[in-house]
């Protein structure tokens, strides 16, 4: 049988694969059906019960009448403007609409003759169907249009498509819901190589019973060493749209650790028309395995703060200034300004923004300008044109080995560029300045995270109208410079993906996770406050580089190769004799850390000041271990100046 159908869908599909069939044929196949139908009702249903004699003649005039009708229907309907290998519930729904116009006319235009008068009455009654026909005619003619549609589509997708290309890629799709079903569907309507062999899902309900003969079993009976070696099972597709990051992470973990290779379908808001591409499969990312949850807050109180009101974004075309930016525009600033000293970045940045679909509309609300934080009279002039009434400092040196050569510069621009804002952003009335700051200004071992908590230490002693609100997070995903981006580079090149130290570790957040809560910083601070939050359990480097290397399918090796200068082995978000304070947002805490005088403070900038106009190394950092006495190097040419305290 299978065979035979196997021919019949070749002769009908080998010589239309690429288009459908003329609409003409379509046209004379409900044509057919509907005459079927009606010689089935009349000389199988309704003759045998019959009592007058049965006169041909009479069963042809209500035939044409009926078939009239109906003809007209299905032109004013389009019924054969189809694809019936690709049949869906709306092309059903348009049989029964055409089909029940039909009858419904029908019936109407005989009720009306019958009782318009005698002459009406009898051709009525002559060339009209019984009412009783005419409503079986209706049944089966909508039944065999629809089952003949399926039948060709069935044949298409069973017996043709799916035999067209080799599929070797034997496949689980872990899910079993609407997503795990529209994905095999997607799967068995693609020349993809994918063949499924079984659902896995956690709903006990559904273990058991199968889809199109694919069965669905439990987690436990299928992902395992036996069953995948038994089938040779190489892919596992995630199909389910939401769960919790815990349990995501554990079956990503339990696949990966049976050597499969593992795609994830894409958010429900890429979806079109409720279907998906196979194209639109990706694999999973290294940010999947990290199990941790990220923080949703709630934005009301964000919308409060931006709506309608002129903000400024330094940094703006970095990893975490351009995020906050792409935040920002969805709650309808008065006027975005961004600025950034690296052209080229902001000159992309600016093409994404005015092309996207949430700001491409809001071209009058952005400006864009070319410029240095340290630059006082540069930045005056944006302050005195564009009015900013709340700012989000992000521009920062933030690579902590590269800076560790260049106190310099890092000590300008991460500190005396925060000063130079800060300081404008009081004379100019500001409501409030956010800057965002690092772990890595918590008992500082390099000069990065030493100029940031400088930087900490200066907005925090200011005493204005403006609030000075700080946030204070991890490493974020992805960022420019990251580890994450480095190892892909590694990985590209065939290896090695090279280790500072295998005992290191890390915080992790996602670039819009960072950004989300600097936003909230700013509806939630009131001044001075350092915001910080509960990052989930630090990540091993080293156990981050071995997952990349197993989502990457390549034999790379993985090398030690010694702490940098500057880099500490473990992160810390909190001095171990700060306290904290309680928020709305369980997640999210305020840091009790030591505040300074504001004279003390100035003093103190003023020498650093000093020291940065000598030129020396030595000097300027020697400064810095002044003003934070837990600054103490780590790996680093200046760990001499702490061998004299």
């Known amino acids: ?161 799916y035999k067209q290309v080799e599929r070797n890629n034997k496949t689980i799709i872990y899910g079993a819901g609407d997503a795990g079903i529209i994905t095999m569907r997607a799967i068995i309507q693609d020349n993809s190589d994918y063949k499924i062999v079984a659902f896995v899902d956690d709903n006990k309900q559904k273990q058991g019973i199968t889809i199109s003969n694919i069965p669905i079993n439990s987690c436990e009976q299928i992902l395992n060493k036996k069953f995948i070696e038994k089938h040779k099972i190489q892919t596992m597709i995630y199909a389910i749209p939401s769960t919790t990051t815990e349990r995501k992470r554990e079956i990503f973990e339990l696949a990966l650790s ?168 009081i004379e100019n009335n500001v409501e409030k300045f956010v800057m965002i700051s690092t772990d890595k200004a918590v008992r500082p071992t390099n000069v990065m995270g030493a100029t940031k908590r400088i930087a900490e230490i200066y907005t925090q002693s200011r005493q204005s109208k403006t609030k000075f609100i700080t946030t204070r997070f991890g490493n974020v995903l992805g960022s420019n410079g990251s580890v994450i981006p480095l190892f892909k580079k590694q990985l590209a090149n065939g290896g090695p993906l090279t280790v500072t130290d295998f005992r290191i570790t890390r915080y992790f957040m996602t670039i819009p996770e960072a950004c989300n809560l600097v936003l909230q910083a700013s509806s939630l601070g009131t001044n001075d406050e350092i915001f910080i939050f509960d990052m989930g359990k630090p990540v091993r480097i080293y156990d981050l580089a071995q997952r990349m290397i197993e989502l990457s399918d390549k034999d790379a090796q993985i090398v030690e190769i010694g702490l940098r200068p500057g880099e500490k082995l473990i992160e810390e978000l909190l001095n171990t004799s700060d306290n904290t304070k309680k928020t709305p947002y369980e997640k999210i805490m305020i840091a009790d850390v030591k505040a300074f005088e504001k004279t003390y403070v100035d003093a103190a900038i003023e020498e650093l000041h000093s020291a940065l106009e000598s030129g020396d190394d030595m000097k300027i950092v020697a400064q810095m271990k002044k003003i934070i006495p837990d600054y103490v190097s780590n790996n680093s040419v200046f760990c001499k100046l702490d061998e004299k305290n």
């Not at 080998?14 to 010689?39: A, N, Q």
């Not at 249903?45 to 044409?64: H, M, N, Q, R």
């Not at 629809?146 to 060709?152: A, D, E, G, S, Y």
């Not at 990290?290 to 002129?310: A, P, Q, T």
């Open 1 to 161: 049988m299978k065979k035979l159908f196997q021919r019949i869908s070749n002769f009908i599909f080998g010589e239309y694969s690429s288009k459908t069939l003329p609409r003409f044929w379509i046209l004379s196949l409900d044509i057919f059906l509907t005459t079927f139908s009606y010689v089935v009702i009349e000389f199988v249903v309704y003759f045998p019960f019959k009592t007058s004699i049965f006169v041909f003649g009479d069963a042809l005039k209500e035939y044409i009448v009926l078939i009239v009708f109906y003809i007209i229907s299905f032109l004013i309907f389009k019924t054969y403007k189809v694809m019936m290998r690709f049949t869906e519930f709306n092309d059903i729904k348009t049989i029964s609409i055409a089909t029940f116009t039909a009858t419904a006319a029908i019936t109407i235009a005989k009720f009306l003759m019958i009782n318009m008068g005698d002459s009406t009455k009898i051709f009525a009654n002559s060339f009209f169907p019984p009412y009783s026909i005419i409503f079986y005619h209706f049944a089966l003619t909508f039944a065999a249009m629809t089952l003949t549609r399926l039948f060709i589509r069935g044949l298409y997708i069973d017996f043709y498509k």
């Open 258 to 425: 049976l050597g499969l290779k593992i795609k994830s379908i894409p958010p429900l808001s890429s979806w079109i028309d409720n279907t998906i591409n196979i194209d639109q499969l990706k694999d999973i990312k290294i940010e999947d395995l990290l199990g941790r949850k990220e923080i949703s807050l709630d934005d009301s109180n964000v919308k409060n703060e931006i709506r309608g009101k002129r903000v400024m974004v330094t940094g703006a075309a970095g990893s975490i200034g351009s995020e906050i930016c792409r935040q920002i525009m969805h709650y309808d600033p008065e006027l975005l300004i961004m600025i950034d000293q690296a052209e080229s970045p902001l000159y992309d940045f600016q093409f994404e923004l005015l092309n996207s679909s949430y700001a491409k509309d809001k071209k009058d609300n952005m400006v864009f300008e070319v410029a240095n934080v340290k630059d006082h009279q540069r930045m005056r002039e944006i302050f005195n044109q564009f009015k900013p009434q709340a700012i989000y400092h992000a521009a920062a040196y933030k690579h902590v080995p590269f800076m560790e050569q260049y106190p310099y510069e890092s000590v300008y621009v991460n500190v005396f560029g925060t000063k130079n804002i800060a300081d404008l952003a």
